[in-house]
């Protein structure tokens, strides 16, 4: 079946420090990517998705193309911020288009 | 919309009790799913249904039984709570239209400890 593999945490930068978390996918066909955000206490949230090749996804300075030919997804930013600190998961589709598989998310800690 | 919403927000068990954890959405969509959180590990599907009278088991089933009797409501029911079950659970719902496209709303997690 399909899986993610993501960077492990944490990551722990300083304000306006330049963001990536690494996000690789095993998948057959074309699935769709997906990064997830989850603050402190809260559920889960949809940052950014992109759904074929080569499609860039982007949302609250948040960018991250899908790249089939290294099968990627990495998620950057170029000035972080403290009110980024959260958990972020890539998850990609699974093979029926339905259920999301989701790697084991990386934590951002930013500090002022 | 209130969206996904979950009830309980916190929950401790005994060993052996059971309880229902309760999922509604009021966005009409057809599929909704219940995942676990566990540190380190990720979200792991447990069940998911695609409408109503129809489920199906995801990932990590066992302990575990759904019904969808309505096209809002999704319980949980664990029949006999283990140590192994603490975890914080997620319910999620989606419209089907447009394939895996589509983005999953996430109702707020119940907290569940299980000693």
């Known amino acids: 079946g399909n899986s993610v593999t993501q960077m492990e945490g944490p990551v722990t930068l300083s304000e306006e420090a330049f963001l990536t978390i690494n996000c690789t996918y095993t998948a057959t066909g074309y699935p769709s990517l997906f990064w997830y955000v989850q603050y402190p206490g809260e559920g889960l949230q949809l940052l950014l998705k992109?759904?074929?090749?080569?499609d860039k996804g982007s949302n609250k300075g948040f960018e991250a193309t899908y790249r089939k030919e290294t099968t990627s997804f990495h998620l950057e930013k170029g000035s972080v911020q403290v009110s980024d600190s959260a958990v972020y998961f890539c998850a990609c589709s699974d093979q029926a288009g339905t259920a999301l598989i989701f790697g084991k998310g990386t934590t951002l800690s930013v500090s002022s | 919309n209130a969206g996904v919403t979950q009830t309980p927000k916190f929950q401790v068990l005994k060993t052996g009790q059971s309880m229902t954890l309760q999922c509604a959405q009021d966005?009409?969509?057809?599929?909704m799913s219940w995942y676990r959180q566990d540190p380190g590990m990720g979200l792991r599907l447990i069940h998911y249904s695609v409408g109503a009278g129809i489920t199906d088991q995801g990932e990590v089933p066992n302990g575990y039984n759904v019904s969808r009797s309505t096209t809002e409501d999704f319980p949980l029911r664990l029949l006999s709570a283990a140590p192994s079950q603490t975890s914080v659970y997620f319910c999620?719902?989606?419209?089907?239209?447009?394939?895996?496209?589509?983005?999953?709303?996430f109702g707020p997690g119940t907290r569940l400890t299980v000693l």
């Open positions: 992109a759904t074929k090749a080569d």
């Open positions: 966005m009409n969509h057809e599929y």
């Open positions: 999620a719902s989606t419209t089907l239209a447009g394939g895996p496209r589509n983005e999953q709303f």
